[in-house]
């Protein structure tokens, strides 16, 4: 391949990406469960985006399984993931469940989830105990000024983010000052926020003020619900309230001293295109920050950097010669029998190339600044592997 890969691009590279730690990752047993440690206020868990099928763990067919896997959330939250990055220079910590949804549904009791099966419920355990560790790690270092995001894709057809607060769609047809009493606070898994928050925000502004989570995702032309524009989701929607990860992993849990919401984000402009995840993921960042520096006491630059995730194939030369010189080819040790797609991004979260590997599985490098970059390797529409690439 005459490989022509033509930009323009201004490089500044940060000191964080260059003098920074690595970042932690870690898999449970099998790898069904991947913990990816972060270091700033944010703890996102992503249960239903898993395409593992192992045959030692059968379908489910306890208590009513479903089966629906939520298209593309794990490349989602990994969107994300490089959006709080290039704003913060720092990393939120993810929970992933690999394993289909017909194996594990971690967004159950481990009765309903695992269906007695020991390896899917060793994995619901290491899935709620990795995000019982970010948690406590979050609160730790931030003093619970901190979230969480359980996040989901819906198949409703309204096209429209749905922001589960454990609040049924009938309680939030009730008035603002009902949702404001210590009923309605008491079930909700923003009810440390509600209770304690800058601004002195009431339960109900919080939910659908012009400070709402909705409301900052809406501005950003994501509609949500609830939200200023739309405070309440109907009640002949399927609206989806929240379940057992959020009720689990908030402080609607007495325990567990975080506010957070489950996520559940419609296919369409959102999750379908990598453009479309790379650019709601964008919004979502600029979401997350604005609310949390809005209603949390709370100082982003206490994170504490950490650099790319090198773990995946560590023990393996990946990418080669790594640092490259300029005009040099650049190799990729993959298997010969597959063909894969790449994406190169630089530390500010921006594509600056893509497109199909060669069958060499080489590139050539000549039309790269010198910088720091993040490879990204993708095989039949899972990143295989993410990689640092130093150009010099
Ligand atoms: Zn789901």
């Known amino acids: 391949m005459q490989s022509v890969l033509s930009f323009l691009l201004i490089v500044l590279i940060s000191s964080f990406a260059l003098h920074s730690k690595a970042q932690e990752v870690i898999f449970g047993t099998n790898?069904?469960?991947?913990?990816?440690?972060?270091?700033?206020?944010?703890?996102?868990?992503?249960?239903?985006?898993?395409?593992?099928?192992?045959?030692?763990?059968?379908?489910?067919?306890?208590?009513?399984?479903?089966?629906?896997?939520?298209?593309?959330?794990?490349?989602?939250?990994?969107?994300?993931?490089?959006?709080?990055?290039?704003?913060?220079?720092?990393?939120?910590?993810?929970?992933?469940?690999?394993?289909?949804?017909?194996?594990?549904?971690?967004?159950?009791?481990?009765?309903?989830?695992?269906?007695?099966?020991?390896?899917?419920?060793?994995?619901?355990?290491?899935?709620?105990?990795?995000?019982a560790d970010a948690r406590e790690a979050v609160n730790q270092q931030y003093d619970s000024q901190t979230f969480f995001v359980d996040l989901h894709g819906h198949g409703n057809p309204i096209q429209r983010i749905e922001l589960g607060y454990l609040l049924y769609d009938d309680e939030l047809e009730l008035s603002d000052n009902t949702l404001n009493t210590a009923q309605y606070i008491n079930y909700s898994s923003i009810q440390n926020l509600a209770l304690n928050n800058v601004n002195n925000y009431t339960?109900?502004?919080?939910?659908?003020?012009?400070?709402?989570?909705?409301?900052?995702?809406?501005?950003?032309?994501?509609?949500?619900?609830?939200?200023?524009?739309?405070?309440?989701?109907?009640?002949?929607?399927?609206?989806?309230?929240?379940?057992?990860?959020?009720?689990?992993?908030?402080?609607?849990?007495?325990?567990?001293?975080?506010?957070?919401?489950?996520?559940?984000?419609?296919?369409?402009?959102?999750?379908?295109?990598?453009?479309?995840?790379?650019?709601?993921?964008?919004?979502?960042?600029?979401?997350?920050?604005?609310?949390?520096?809005?209603h949390f006491n709370l100082s982003w630059g206490a994170c504490e950097p950490v650099s790319v995730n090198e773990s995946a194939n560590s023990e393996r030369n990946l990418v080669y010669p790594n640092p490259a010189t300029k005009g040099s080819l650049i190799h990729f040790d993959l298997p010969s029998d597959s063909s894969y797609l790449y994406r190169i991004v630089n530390v500010f979260g921006q594509s600056v190339s893509s497109g199909e590997l060669n069958a060499q599985h080489t590139l050539q490098s000549e039309a790269f600044p010198s910088g720091v970059y993040i490879v990204e390797i993708v095989n039949e529409s899972q990143v295989v592997s993410t990689k640092k690439l130093v150009i010099e």
């Open 203 to 294: 339960h109900a502004q919080l939910l659908r003020g012009p400070f709402a989570f909705g409301t900052f995702l809406s501005n950003l032309n994501y509609p949500a619900v609830p939200s200023e524009s739309i405070p309440s989701p109907g009640t002949t929607t399927n609206y989806f309230s929240g379940g057992y990860i959020t009720a689990n992993h908030t402080c609607y849990n007495p325990s567990a001293p975080i506010n957070g919401l489950q996520m559940e984000l419609n296919y369409g402009n959102v999750r379908d295109t990598p453009a479309n995840r790379s650019a709601f993921a964008l919004a979502f960042t600029q979401s997350v920050i604005g609310y949390m520096d809005k």
């Open 31 to 131: 790898n069904y469960i991947e913990y990816q440690v972060g270091t700033l206020p944010l703890v996102i868990s992503v249960p239903h985006g898993g395409d593992l099928d192992p045959a030692s763990i059968p379908d489910r067919t306890c208590n009513d399984p479903v089966y629906a896997t939520d298209a593309f959330t794990i490349e989602t939250a990994l969107e994300i993931k490089n959006a709080l990055f290039s704003a913060t220079g720092c990393y939120p910590h993810i929970v992933i469940s690999h394993l289909e949804r017909a194996k594990l549904d971690p967004n159950r009791n481990v009765a309903d989830g695992a269906c007695e099966n020991p390896e899917a419920m060793a994995a619901w355990t290491e899935f709620h105990g990795f995000i």
